[in-house]
């Protein structure tokens, strides 16, 4: 069965700063999907980015991109010049691309990210 | 349009109560989830239904049911409710036939779920 880990339940930042979060993954196969979902206080489940797994350029989008290290099964995410609104808990999410495992999802822990003013 | 639709948003029980938590989608998505969510643990799989007629346990299926009514809406019941049941829930689709596919879910707001 796949895993996901997100080996830092806290982290802050300052703001303006770059901060990354950690995901590593285990997983036997070679088709999937990588994402980042982002949850506020307000409780919605946002989707920051998303990642292929047969792609090798990493997924960019406005300040966040990602270093996805196939081989390594890591798949960090890196905000950059980070604000207020990214106080948040983020969560490193896999999806099997293959139809027999359920289309499930696995989810990691979550970390939660505070931003210092 | 909606997306997902979860409702109520929140919902106080008492031990041994029952209730059902409705969700509806209007994305045309073919699979439908129930998660639950408790700090520490990220979101846990309780049922998910791949398509319309069929459904199955995930990680955390003991005192749930689900019904998957129809393409569109997919219900979590608690048939006599524990305060170990006390939780956030999540439902959640994705998987539009007539669109490409992305692969990442699309959530509801959420429940909060207290049992006493």
């Known amino acids: 069965a796949q895993t996901v880990t997100q080996s830092q339940p806290e982290m802050s930042v300052q703001e303006a700063e770059t901060v990354t979060l950690s995901c590593t993954y285990d997983?036997?196969?070679?088709?999937?999907?990588l994402f980042w979902y982002k949850q506020p206080p307000s409780r919605q489940m946002i989707l920051v980015i998303r990642?292929?797994?047969?792609?090798?350029q990493n997924a960019t989008e406005n300040r966040f991109s990602v270093n996805f290290q196939k081989a390594a099964k890591s798949f960090s995410l890196k905000i950059s010049d980070s604000q207020l609104g990214d106080a948040a808990m983020y969560f490193c999410?896999?999806?099997?691309?293959?139809?027999?495992?359920?289309?499930?999802?696995?989810f990691g822990p979550g970390t939660r990210l505070s931003v210092l003013p | 349009n909606a997306g997902v639709t979860q409702t109520p948003k929140f919902q106080v029980l008492k031990t041994g109560q029952s209730m059902t938590l409705q969700c509806a989608q209007d994305?045309?998505?073919?699979?439908m989830y129930w998660y639950r969510q408790d700090p520490g643990m990220g979101l846990r799989l309780i049922y998910y239904?791949?398509?319309?007629?069929?459904?199955d346990k995930g990680e955390v299926p003991n005192g749930y049911n689900v019904s998957r009514l129809n393409k569109r809406e997919f219900s979590l019941r608690l048939e006599s409710a524990a305060p170990s049941q006390t939780s956030v829930y999540f439902c959640?689709?994705?998987?539009?036939?007539?669109?490409?596919?992305?692969?990442?879910?699309?959530f509801g707001e959420g429940s909060r779920l207290t049992v006493l």
């Open positions: 959640a689709s994705t998987l539009n036939p007539d669109r490409p596919n992305t692969g990442e879910l699309f």
């Open positions: 997983t036997s196969e070679s088709d999937y999907y």
């Open positions: 990642q292929e797994a047969y792609k090798q």
């Open positions: 999410a896999y999806r099997s691309a293959s139809l027999f495992y359920g289309q499930n999802f696995v």
């Open positions: 994305m045309n998505h073919n699979s």
């Open positions: 239904s791949a398509s319309e007629g069929t459904t």
